[in-house]
T-cell receptor
């Protein structure tokens, strides 16, 4: 089954304790991205990657890091989490059509993160 | 500034009614997608349109891309309670921005 797998699904952590949210896709998609979704603010892009070793900032990258060492994996790293990073996080992937057009995301099931 | 304006923001209807959701922008998109999201879950892709004037049908759902590729609509015929959810439009801007722009969403509730 074609899917994007995120782990963990739920996470409660304390301020300052480094954490990693994993994301893996099995569709050989070039494009991968991380979003956070907050009430009233919608989906906001954190980072994206056009291909292996190619990553770039989205709209809200502060406090986050990513890496793309393999095509299928795109982990999200919070080096020193703070309460304002409490949110629902989604990883997504997409194939790219001619000209780099993003054709449509497959989203993971989400990670609900609480930082206390 | 919201590049993709969705309307209405909320919609509460009875089973069997028809409805239309709009997604408008002053920008041109290479592709535009519609997603449906249920609480606590990731959005699920319903359709992608890429050609101006394109119309796609998915059972009771009809999607249209504007001729100028700046706007889109989603029409649901004879809505059912299973259609309840958050509907999101998203567009890939022309010009190599390498990102999808999401609308704020339309929250639909269909009552039996």
């Amino acid at each position: 089954e074609a899917q994007v797998t995120q782990n963990p699904r739920y996470l409660i952590t304390v301020t300052g304790k480094k954490l990693t949210v994993t994301c893996s896709q099995n569709m050989n998609h070039e494009y991968m991205s991380w979003y956070r979704q907050d009430p009233g603010l919608g989906l906001r892009q954190i980072y994206y990657s056009m291909n292996v070793e190619v990553t770039d900032k989205g709209d809200v990258p502060e406090g986050y890091k990513v890496s793309r060492k393999e095509k299928r994996n795109f982990p999200l790293i919070l080096e020193s989490p703070s309460p304002n990073q409490t949110s629902l996080y989604f990883c997504a992937s997409s194939s790219l059509r001619t000209g780099g057009v993003i054709y449509g995301y497959t989203f993971g099931s989400g990670t609900r993160l609480t930082v206390v | 500034t919201q590049l993709l304006e969705q309307s209405p923001q909320f919609l509460s209807i009875q089973e069997g009614e028809n409805l239309t959701v709009y997604c408008n922008s002053s920008s041109v998109f290479s592709s535009l997608q519609w997603y449906r999201q249920e609480p606590g879950e990731g959005p699920v892709l319903l359709v992608t349109v890429v050609t101006g004037g394109e119309v796609k049908k998915l059972k009771r759902l009809t999607f249209q891309f504007g001729d100028a590729r700046k706007d889109s609509s989603l029409h649901i015929t004879a809505a059912q309670p299973g259609d309840t959810g958050l509907y999101l439009c998203a567009g890939d801007l022309t010009g190599g921005y390498n990102k999808l722009i999401f609308g704020a969403g339309t929250r639909l509730a269909v009552h039996p």
